[in-house]
C-alpha cells in the first residue's frame, strides 16, 4: 500500500540478532529507548464503537469498531505491570504483514509481543488537565508503531490517544482477543480504496475528537494530530475539516489521493491550506519544494507553518523501524522526538525553546526547507 525503502532482511536480522535480548525459538526482541520527559507514563486501551457508521471494509459490519490507547503522564504507579508495545495477537498479525512488507523482516524474527514499552498498565494519572495529542499511523502500521514517540510525549506531559484503522491496520486486537486483521495488504492499490483508507481515517479521527468528554484530565481546548505517512495525510486533513484541531504534524505523508506526489488528485486540505500552525518532516525525498502536494499546501496556508528534512532517512525512520530496525541515522529518533515536542509545546502551551527557528548543532541530520 505504500512505497518503502526496503532494508536486506540479512541486514536486519544481523543488526536484531547482534543488539537484542534473545526470546521466544530464538527470535529477538528490540527495545525501545526509554522516554525522556520528567513523569511516568501510564497507558489504557478502550474499545469505542462509532454506530452511526457502518464499517466501509466489510458491509456485513453494521458498524465501525475502533481500538484506542491512551498514554498519559502518570502519578507513580510503577508497580503496575509494563504494557508491552503490542498486544500478542495485534503483534503476530504485525510480524506476518506490516513488518514483513512495510519493514522487510522475515516473520519469525523478531518475537514483537515480548518487546516492551515504558508505560504501565493503567497507573493512576498525574493530577491536572494536559493537553491531547492525537496519533495516527502510517498506512498498514498499527497504533502502537510510533511508541518511541508517543511514550516520549506522555512523559512530557501530553495526553496521547493513538488510533488503529481497523481493517487497514496489520492487526486489531479487541477484548477478548479477537483479532481483526487487515484486508489491504493483498487488496490492488486502487485509488478508489486510497478515498476510502483516507476518508475512513478522518472519519475515525473526528469521532475520537467526540468521546474526549470521557478523559477528564484531557484539556479538550488544546488538541493537535501528530502522524505518519498516511497518518500524516490523515493529521493536516482532520484539522482543515475540524476546527477543534488547534496543530497539526505531518512526518513524510503526501496530502495528494494517488498513487504518487504529481500535482494530480490533491486533497483538500493540499488546495485550500490551513490557518493554523503545521509542521511538515520529511525524509530524503524532499519537503514542499520537490512535493507538488505539500508545496500547494503551503502557498495557500495562512498559519505559521515550518518545513524540515530529516536527512539521511527514508519513510521508515519516523516510526518505530529507526529505534528497533536500525534505519535512518542514530540520531533519528531523538531528531523526531525533540522537533515534535518543540512544535506541540509552542503552540498547545505557548512555551518556545526556539528550536524550530534555526537549524541546531545538537540535530545535524535535520535540515530547514522553509
Same mark, same amino acid.
Do not use: N, W
Given at each position: 500500500m505504500r512505497t518503502k525503502a526496503f532494508v536486506? $532482511?540479512?541486514?536486519?536480522? $544481523?543488526?536484531? *540478532? =547482534? =543488539?537484542?535480548?534473545?526470546?521466544?525459538?530464538?527470535?529477538? +526482541?528490540?527495545?525501545?529507548?526509554?522516554?525522556t520527559g520528567p513523569h511516568h507514563v501510564g497507558r489504557f486501551d478502550v474499545h469505542l464503537v462509532d454506530a452511526s457508521r457502518r464499517d466501509p471494509f466489510d458491509p456485513t459490519v453494521p458498524v465501525r469498531e475502533l481500538m484506542v490507547s491512551v498514554w498519559y503522564p502518570a502519578s507513580g504507579g510503577t508497580q503496575k505491570p509494563l504494557a508491552p508495545q503490542q498486544l500478542p495477537g495485534a503483534a503476530q498479525a504485525f510480524g506476518e504483514l506490516a513488518g514483513k512488507v512495510n519493514y522487510g523482516v522475515p516473520p519469525g524474527t523478531v518475537d514483537w509481543a515480548a518487546t516492551m514499552s515504558h508505560a504501565h498498565w493503567r497507573a493512576p494519572v498525574e493530577h491536572g488537565r494536559w493537553p491531547v495529542v492525537l496519533y495516527s499511523p502510517g498506512l498498514g502500521d498499527p497504533r502502537d508503531w510510533n511508541t518511541s514517540l508517543v511514550e516520549?510525549?506522555?512523559? /512530557?506531559?501530553?495526553?496521547?490517544?493513538t488510533i488503529d484503522p481497523t481493517y487497514e491496520?496489520?492487526?486489531?486486537?479487541?477484548?477478548?482477543?479477537?483479532?481483526v486483521r487487515s484486508v489491504v495488504?493483498?487488496?490492488?492499490?486502487?485509488q478508489q480504496l486510497l478515498h476510502t483508507i483516507l476518508d475512513t481515517r478522518v472519519a475515525d479521527t473526528r469521532f475520537v475528537l467526540d468521546r474526549l468528554h470521557g478523559l477528564p484530565f484531557a484539556d479538550s481546548d488544546r488538541i493537535a494530530v501528530v502522524?505518519?505517512? =498516511? =497518518?500524516?495525510?490523515?493529521?493536516?486533513?482532520?484539522?482543515?475539516?475540524?476546527? /477543534?484541531? @488547534?496543530?497539526?504534524?505531518?512526518?513524510?505523508?503526501q496530502l495528494a489521493i494517488s498513487l504518487g506526489d504529481n500535482g494530480t488528485d490533491l486533497s483538500t486540505v493540499a488546495i485550500d491550506g490551513v490557518d493554523r500552525p503545521f509542521l511538515l518532516f520529511g525524509t530524503e525525498a524532499g519537503g514542499h519544494a520537490k512535493r507538488p502536494s505539500w508545496a500547494s499546501l503551503w502557498q495557500h496556508s495562512t498559519g505559521w507553518h515550518r518545513d524540515l528534512l530529516l536527512t539521511g532517512t527514508t519513510e521508515g525512520a519516523f516510526t518505530d523501524a529507526a529505534p528497533l530496525l536500525h534505519?535512518?541515522? $542514530?540520531?533519528? +529518533?531523538?531528531? @523526531? /522526538?525533540?522537533?515534535?515536542?518543540?512544535? *506541540?509545546?509552542?503552540? *498547545?502551551r505557548g512555551h518556545d525553546d526556539h528550536l524550530l527557528d534555526a537549524p541546531s548543532p545538537s540535530y545535524p541530520h535535520v535540515e530547514f526547507e522553509g
Open positions: 536486506s $532482511a540479512v541486514a536486519i536480522t $544481523a543488526a536484531l *540478532l =547482534g =543488539g537484542s535480548q534473545a526470546s521466544v525459538a530464538g527470535a529477538a +526482541t528490540p527495545t525501545l529507548p526509554p522516554p516520549d510525549l506522555a512523559s /512530557r506531559g501530553y495526553v496521547v490517544v491496520s496489520s492487526g486489531v486486537e479487541f477484548p477478548g482477543g479477537r483479532v495488504f493483498d487488496a490492488e492499490p486502487t502522524g505518519q505517512s =498516511g =497518518g500524516g495525510f490523515t493529521a493536516l486533513q482532520a484539522m482543515h475539516d475540524d476546527r /477543534r484541531i @488547534k496543530a497539526a504534524v505531518d512526518m513524510d505523508g534505519q535512518g541515522p $542514530a540520531d533519528a +529518533t531523538a531528531a @523526531k /522526538r525533540a522537533y515534535v515536542a518543540s512544535f *506541540l509545546d509552542r503552540f *498547545l
